[in-house]
């Protein structure tokens, strides 16, 4: 959340929901009083409900990725806000192969400018193809999906999960953007809700690898068998 910033544009609104402790965003532009909703999933009438206290107009759904519990109420918010546009990229498009309602699909560098908001997406693939990041440039914001996790990152053994392409995902994501760039993670995985890549850098153990392989071998065959959500920062092997 990041109402104590009151030179941005924009405001972001967090809900969790879902038995999977998933995180769905609204993104809410100031002056045109335009909302995105990322992810709407799991309970419908929450969201709606947040944009309609608000005084909100959904004009846009935003996906980060096709998975079940981040796509589960599209339905039901595209009833309620009938002007609004569904964005994703074209290879989860693709990879989803589903017949969607009023698709806009993207290739990774496009922006959608909502009012005054510009929200530009990453094409960040490992956890699926056509994996989404969301990037706020005026506040540094991120919006990550299941791409990156507070201290973990999603998984890579699902249906079109590729653990190297995850590698130079997070390794674009890290050295791409301001140190000071704050996440907003698809699940509520961590001991808090959000953080900064410079933060993730130090404690994130999916950002202390060099070496391709290593990383490979410890997000297929590793990390799980070692680690518990809410997961913690994780120290550096090498940094004594
Ligand atoms: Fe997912």
Redo the contacts with the bound molecule.
Sequence with gaps: MNDSRPDLPYRIHALELGPMENFIYVVEDIASRRAAVVDPAWEPEEILALALGKGLTITDLLLT?S?H??INGIEQVLESAPSARLHLLKPEAEFWGRALARPELHHGGDTLQLGETEIRFLHTPG??PGSACFHLPAGDDLIT??TLFVFGC?RCDLAGGDPEQMFHTLKDLRTGLPRHTCIHP?HNYSVKPTSTLDEQAEGNPFLHFHDIGDFVHYRMHEHDRVRNSPYGPVRRKNAG
């Design positions: 990725h998975h519990d981040h956890h699926t999906g299941d999603g698809g």
